[in-house]
């Protein structure tokens, strides 16, 4: 998923996703905004770009609070009450040329991702991992409180569950207003990222000609330019074409007017477990449609995958692998679902109220002009070197349009590490195999480095340790014994190569096993470590025990 980032003042190359730009009229109602750093408009965007490490409810009481002490009384746009909220996000207009050091040609301004006023969004924050993650994570306390009755889905779920949804949006609508909360007094020098609303096309090596929402168009001039174009999802496929109300994209799904009875999703990977696990829970009868035999997408192990799917069809997931979609019609206020098996050529439909189409995300470099300029590509992705540069000495790209993982962390790393080398020098790193994946269900999935299948495949010996959460005391308590963790390490020298994660924060536990794999660890290391008791985590020590000394005395 791709990442949209501002990047603020060069010296500091901390690169973070925000959420649109806010121009007080009072800019000097917020700490640290000065008039006199607004520019010859007095309208400039006040942005300091920062890691923001804050909850959805931080985020929104944050935004409040920025918010009145801007004197706006337009702060029901964050709870949706607005009908058309960015009008007070009003961006600053270049009313002369000016000469930039640097610019971030983000993802163009669609109105189907970003609002038709071209509002900045981060995909994993409002559309992805975000609000599947924390509605699963409603629905996981609920079942353990009892407050939703045995099968959490009896009590206010549409409530709940918009409540979770508009968190989400408040992250988007409020990370600049948060931001802006937290910029010290003095600190000038801070503020000094233009935001233009349009849709921007490269028009030579350093400039960009921006189509402004307004009609107007500008054309800007850097020394350097990014390219953060990001992915879209792909909808148009030859048995079926996306309308967002009874045949959705991961886009539509979140916006539902009511919960379908029948849910069929077509596509057994990432996106798709997460969407139809939210949906399983509200109480849909869920049908997931996978052409592979194994869930999850590319890179989860094998048997991680056979275990999570087992889990997910205790859950009421209903599966058919290795089938293909042949077609996909309305009739009669349903969707019919074409099938075909792979493998015995077996054909039937399926009936549903409403599909689920995610088969993936492609690169978005439309209208980009990166070729016309000279831009090499290599396939489908912008071909870049060891420091991101194309072959247009000054633009560079990062994120879902280069090689490697399409997720939000690579990208916000190739962000920073550009932004540090252009200001520094310091040559660019970052192993594409250390990268982690994390699978926002419940329990979560995640792992880092190899699966048993690559290294097979390689031909690497290896050794194996597994620890099973039913076994850890912290989890026992927490009644969510679901999973185990997988240690993988070289037969001769013990040098971690993958760790592999089944449990309800996963994602989180995964951290210390990338510190390992980056160091270049050994299962003994991780073995030896000593970790907090009791603690779920501590499966991780455990797992690599068994990888190091065949059994393991601690998790």
């Not at 409180?145 to 979770?164: E, I, V």
Request: aromatic letters at 6%; one cysteine or more.
């Amino acid at each position: 998923m791709a990442l949209r980032v501002l990047i603020g003042y060069l010296c500091l190359w901390r690169v973070t996703s925000l959420g649109p730009s806010i121009c007080g009229s009072k800019p000097d109602a917020v700490p640290g905004c000065d008039k006199r750093d607004m520019g010859s408009c007095g309208n400039a965007c006040c942005v300091v770009e920062v890691a923001l490490p804050l909850t959805s409810e931080q985020a929104y009481q944050s935004t409040k609070d920025a918010l009145q002490r801007l004197g706006e009384d337009g702060f029901e746009y964050v709870t949706g009450g607005s009908p058309n909220p960015a009008d007070d996000l009003r961006p600053y207009n270049i009313s002369s040329p000016k000469k930039f050091q640097f610019i971030l040609q983000g993802r163009h301004n669609a109105p189907k991702y970003f609002g038709a006023n071209g509002d900045i969004l981060n995909f994993a924050i409002y559309e992805g991992d975000a609000p599947t993650s924390s509605v699963l994570r409603m629905f996981s306390l609920s079942r353990i409180h009892g407050a939703l009755g045995d099968n959490g889905q009896n009590y206010k779920t549409l409530s709940l569950l918009a409540k979770r949804l508009k968190a989400a949006k408040r992250v988007k609508y409020g990370c600049h207003a948060a931001i802006l909360s937290f910029v010290p007094r003095g600190q000038a020098d801070l503020r000094v990222v233009t935001y233009l609303k349009g849709y921007g096309k490269l028009t030579g090596p350093n400039s960009v000609s921006v189509a402004m929402n307004d009609g107007s168009e500008q054309t800007i001039t850097a020394k350097n330019i990014m390219l953060a174009t990001g992915s879209e999802i792909i909808e148009k496929l030859p048995f079926v074409e996306v309308d967002e109300e009874q045949i959705v994209s991961s886009t539509g799904a979140l916006d539902l007017k009511q919960v379908p009875e029948k849910l069929v999703v077509i596509g057994g990977g990432v996106i798709g477990l997460e969407l139809g696990s939210v949906y399983e829970r509200l109480g849909s009868k869920v049908t997931v449609v996978e052409f592979l035999p194994t869930i999850g997408g590319i890179g989860i192990d094998g048997e991680v995958s056979k275990e999570m799917q087992k889990i997910l069809k205790k859950q009421g997931i209903n599966f058919m692998m290795s089938t293909k979609v042949t077609a996909v019609e309305k009739t009669g206020g349903l969707v019919k679902v074409g099938e075909a098996n792979c493998a015995s050529r077996t054909k039937k439909a399926k009936d549903a109220n409403v599909v689920l189409v995610c088969v993936g995300r492609r690169e978005f470099r439309d209208g980009l002009g990166a070729e016309e300029v000279g831009v090499e590509l290599d396939g489908r992705k912008i071909k870049v070197d060891d420091t991101f540069k194309t072959s247009v000495p000054s633009i560079y790209a990062i994120g879902d349009i280069i090689h490697g993982p399409m997720l939000a962390h690579k990208a916000e790393d190739e962000g920073a590490m550009v932004a540090e080398y252009l200001a520094t020098g310091k040559h660019p790193h970052l192993d594409y195999n250390n990268v982690p994946s994390v699978l926002y269900t419940h329990p979560e999935v995640a792992w880092v480095g190899k699966s048993e299948e690559m290294l097979k495949q390689e031909g690497v010996e290896y050794r194996k340790g597994k620890f099973a959460f039913a076994a850890n005391g912290r989890s026992i308590a927490n009644m969510d014994t679901d999973g185990f963790v997988k240690v993988l390490s070289c037969k001769k020298t013990d040098k971690l190569l993958g760790v592999h994660i089944i449990n309800a924060i996963a994602g989180d536990i995964i951290s210390g096993a990338c510190i390992g794999i980056e160091y270049g660890a050994a299962s003994e290391d991780l073995a030896r470590v000593c970790m907090a008791h009791p603690t779920v985590s501590e499966v991780l020590k455990g797992a690599a025990q068994k990888t190091a000394f065949g059994k393991a005395v601690s998790g």
